[in-house]
């Protein structure tokens, strides 16, 4: 009997034959957490010791409230700073470099094959590389951190076979909605998802990890994309070759098996206030909005900005419309610079903040007040999240996003002729 | 332990239980329960008294990993949390934090708002209106830590104890 991608890895590691439901003790490859860092290390300290196990495990990122808005933030920041020195973890990445997600993966801390634990939900994204990653709690954190142990179930996996192509100004972002909208938002609670099919296979890397990234929107434990030429050439480039691929067997057994044709897919709109309140453009083309934001670890990579600049490019945002661009790295605010991406921002009216997680959870950089509506490239729109609880979120691909900032309502992208 | 039941549907997310502008911010768990389930139901928090329980629908606690949505509302003097089923964050979230979690699908079907219920959780019973449910047994591994009361101060005698090991093997 064939064995899935995340029976296989959670079994090699483990040192064991392991099936679905069986519950195993994992050390990971890499611990990643963020401005959350502070609270850890508060719990870390209860724990009567001084050293963190293995500090090269760590991965640091201040992303969630760069640069510190108020005097708290910035203590919470001095202390993860000062714990860094402390501890000697050298994957450490200040308020200068950008959202976890997007850094972790841009230094290749998440290759093939390894088990990669974080302080985030979002957490789920580097299965886009074919490593097996899920998030997790603080406390649970602190005790890796002093044990360099986890215990994990070893979850069922649902199978998503992509099939066909993607329509033009249709995208991943569509894709990910549309299965959220199907199967709703607690169809893979507790289980994996893999992503497969010819519609998987061309996606490219920036893409899969909007899919990996969402898959927690639907419960997913974790993601996984077969890694292939796209995968290893990306490492290739980073000069790092010492990974093992996992791979799922092909007659490992699935939960379920889900089937999507991408022919004809419509571009998504993620209606407040549940990520599976799905319902095609068509159905919400007109509403008005006052923000639109372009970024977050979702949709704030490269190819993100492209198709945005490409629809704002010569073009003016609705007066009555706030639009802020938010790259998700350095590196990436740095090729759309290279690009002249951010010229066209300037020019058309948006607002390009510095790179990190804005106001996705509404704590600073553009909250919204009450009554107001914001559609957003991010994977939530939960009552509040973005600021005030009497406040709508909108989710949707940058496409449609940038369309609808220039109409000042939501627009289907594929009316932006070009 | 005697209390009331707080219901509440399906999908409970961690930014309704404990909103997002209040995450990077360090309060203590009495803080904390002050906003718990703010966002939804901002009466939770003045009303609630130790020993009432929480029942819900699907996906309890689904969203983000933030363990003050755990922590708030063990704070908040929350006995334990009976749902269709838990968001897997938010589950492990509340077992580290000593928080016990069930799923029981009868329970959240016959019980309602304000309904008065005693909790034995030695026992794994709960008696309701005259009516008595059996709460599923939870596993090995989780009831240690929810009688050590969390995940941190049971690390904590796991590396006491492997220290104490190490001295007598040396």
Known sequence: ?418 | MKGKVWKYGDNVNTDVIFPGKYTYSPLTPEEMAQHALEDIDPEFARQVRPGDIIVAGRNFGCGSSREQAAICLKAAGVQAIIARSFARIFFRNAINQGLPVFVQEEVVAGLNQGDEVDLELEKGELVAGGKRWLLPPLPLMVLKIIKAGGLIPYTRQKLADSREDEKKRT
């Open chain 1, 1 to 418: 009997m064939g064995q899935t991608f995340s029976e296989k890895i959670l079994g090699k590691r483990a040192g064991q034959k392991v099936k679905a439901g069986d519950i195993v003790v994992v050390s990971p490859d890499r611990i990643l957490s963020h401005d959350n860092t502070a609270a850890i290390i508060n719990e870390f300290r209860k724990l009567g010791i001084s050293q963190v196990r293995d500090p090269e495990k760590l991965v640091i990122v201040l992303d969630h409230v760069v640069p510190a808005s108020s005097e708290k933030y910035a203590q919470n920041h001095k202390i993860i700073r000062e714990f860094v020195r402390e501890q000697r973890v050298r994957n450490f990445f200040d308020i200068n470099h950008g959202i976890c997600h997007q850094v972790l993966s841009e230094h290749g801390l998440a290759a093939p094959g390894t088990i990669v634990i974080g302080a985030d939900s979002h957490t789920t994204t580097y299965g886009a590389f074919g490593a097996f990653s899920v998030g997790v709690g603080r406390s649970e954190v602190a005790s890796v951190w002093a044990t360099d142990e986890l215990w994990l179930r070893v979850p069922e996996t649902i199978k998503i076979n992509l099939e066909g192509q993607l329509p033009p100004w249709v995208y991943a972002k569509d894709i990910i909605l549309k299965i959220i909208g199907d199967q709703g938002a607690d169809k893979a609670n507790y289980q994996a998802v893999e992503f497969s099919g010819p519609g998987a296979k061309a996606l490219s890397l920036a893409s899969r990890m909007v899919l990996c990234n969402m898959a927690a929107e639907m419960g997913a434990k974790n993601a996984y994309f077969h890694p292939d030429k796209k995968v290893f050439d990306f490492f290739q480039e980073l000069g790092i070759s010492d990974y093992e691929v996992v791979t799922s067997d092909e007659d490992a057994q699935y939960s379920e098996v889900i089937n999507l044709n991408l022919d004809k897919l419509e571009p998504q709109v993620a209606c407040p206030h549940t990520v599976d309140n799905v319902r095609p453009v068509s159905e919400v083309e007109g509403l008005p909005f006052h923000q639109a934001l372009i970024g977050t670890c979702t949709n704030g990579r490269l190819e993100d900005l492209e198709v945005a600049a490409q629809i704002l490019r010569g073009k003016k945002v609705h007066p009555q419309v706030r639009v802020l661009i938010i790259p998700a790295s350095q590196k990436e605010l740095l090729k759309a610079l290279e690009k002249g991406l951010i010229k066209i921002f300037n020019e058309s009216g948006c607002v390009v903040i510095n790179p990190g997680c804005g106001p996705c959870l509404g704590a600073h950089q553009g909250v919204l007040a009450p009554g107001e509506v914001a559609l957003s490239t991010a994977n939530r729109n939960f009552r509040g999240r973005m600021g005030s609880r009497d406040s709508f979120i909108y989710l949707a691909s940058p496409a449609t996003v940038a369309a609808s900032a220039i109409e000042g309502r939501i627009k289907d992208p594929r009316k932006c002729l070009l």
